[in-house]
Nanobody, 114 residues
Framework: QVQLVESGGGLVQPGGSLSLSCAAS????????MGWYRQAPGKERELVAR???????MYADSVKGRFTISIDNAKNTVYLQMNSLKPEDTAVYYC????????WGQGTQVTVSS
């Protein structure tokens, strides 16, 4: 099993910034990719950003230019820097990890509101 510990969610005003982190521990093999999904009330879970262990990144169109994902392979930790936050970014953000398996974190709430 792989455990994912997320941190960094919270309440921020529109235009503000937040940083999320997710540390993987347990029976970790060669990481294929880590990343973040989000789910807003009444909506399906959607990909926010993904990064491979080689550093290749993918972003949802809605966050390009505002969010930056990075990975520290030595610490098995993925980060998501979120800038210029909008109310529509409000959601529960879930970390995920994949090698030949896939695991999900429990989620952290991000609320963007004035």
């Amino acid at each position: 099993q792989v455990q994912l510990v997320e941190s960094g969610g919270g309440l921020v005003q529109p235009g503000g910034s937040l940083s999320l982190s997710c540390a993987a521990s347990g029976s970790i093999f060669a990481i294929n990719a880590m990343g973040w999904y989000r789910q807003a009330p009444g909506k399906e879970r959607e990909l926010v950003a993904r990064i491979t262990n080689g550093g290749s990144t993918m972003y949802a169109d809605s966050v390009k230019g505002r969010f930056t994902i990075s990975i520290d392979n030595a610490k098995n930790t993925v980060y998501l820097q979120m800038n210029s936050l909008k109310p529509e970014d409000t959601a529960v953000y879930y970390c995920y990890y994949s090698d030949y398996r896939a695991f999900w974190g429990q989620g952290t709430q991000v609320t963007v509101s004035s």
